[in-house]
């Protein structure tokens, strides 16, 4: 059995068996229509059998993914943030990701306002989300964007992975905004989303090492302390 599908609009994610089912999971990474094809091979009379889906990828303005609806995730998003960036500043990389939700939550799928913000030349380019997907126009100052090191776009870590770990570290509380930025500090040598908790606390997940530590407010930096669950 073999699956074939465009690595420019889906990203496996996971593969299983489920009884006597093979079981494939997807996440989205741009708006559009595409295909995913399983050929089947095998038997006796060494039979070939292929299956075409077709997948429709769409958004919902100001609507919250649910799980049987197939929308965009959180890097699809960016994704889409960048490429419209990138269209007029080529050469533009990645600054870091402000995101933020209309109230207080312990759900990632609430985090729907996006800031995205890219080193364009030696100025800065910056686009804010309109929808679930949807962005404005690129607006360009003219100046450096400070204390952050460039991010290698796109990352692994999606940003549901990154409150799985939050959580599993004991933080199970409402966050209002998470920003994804690799802070320039000595000893700091990956991006991090950085949930900025009800508590007071900032607690710093790492897109790499998946370790999670954790600051006090007015902290701008990460400890080097893990937290244990």
Not at 27 to 38: D, E, P, R
Not at 43 to 54: E, F, M, N, R, S
Not at 147 to 170: F, H, Q
Not at 177 to 205: A, C, D, K
Request: glycine fraction near 8%; hydrophobic fraction near 40%; proline fraction near 4%.
């Amino acid at each position: 059995m073999a699956i074939k599908f465009d690595r420019a609009y889906l990203d496996m994610t996971d593969a299983s068996m489920q009884g006597t089912d093979i079981s494939w999971t997807f996440n989205s990474l741009q708006m559009g229509n595409t295909q995913i094809i399983v050929t089947i091979y095998g038997g006796v009379a060494k039979y070939v059998l292929q299956h075409v889906y077709d997948v429709q990828i769409f958004v919902l303005d100001e609507v919250k993914p649910m799980a049987s609806t197939a929308i965009l995730s959180y890097l699809g998003r960016v994704n889409i943030a960048m490429r419209l960036i990138r269209e007029q500043y080529p050469d533009a990389q990645l600054y870091e990701v402000q995101a933020t939700a209309k109230a207080p939550s312990t759900n990632p799928n609430d985090i729907s306002q996006l800031k995205v913000v890219c080193r364009a030349g030696t100025g800065t380019a910056i686009i804010n989300s309109t929808g679930w997907g949807t962005f404005g126009a690129v607006s360009f100052i003219g100046q450096p964007w400070l204390e952050d090191v460039v991010i290698d776009w796109p990352i692994a870590m999606e940003l549901t992975e990154a409150d799985s770990l939050l959580k599993a570290a004991g933080f199970t509380g409402s966050y209002g905004n998470v920003t994804l930025r690799h802070p320039l500090y000595p000893g700091v040598n990956e991006p991090y989303y950085i949930f900025g908790m009800t508590s007071g606390q900032y607690v710093f997940v790492g897109v790499n090492d998946k370790k999670v530590t954790v600051n006090q407010a007015g902290q701008p930096f990460v400890s080097t302390e893990s937290v244990t669950a």
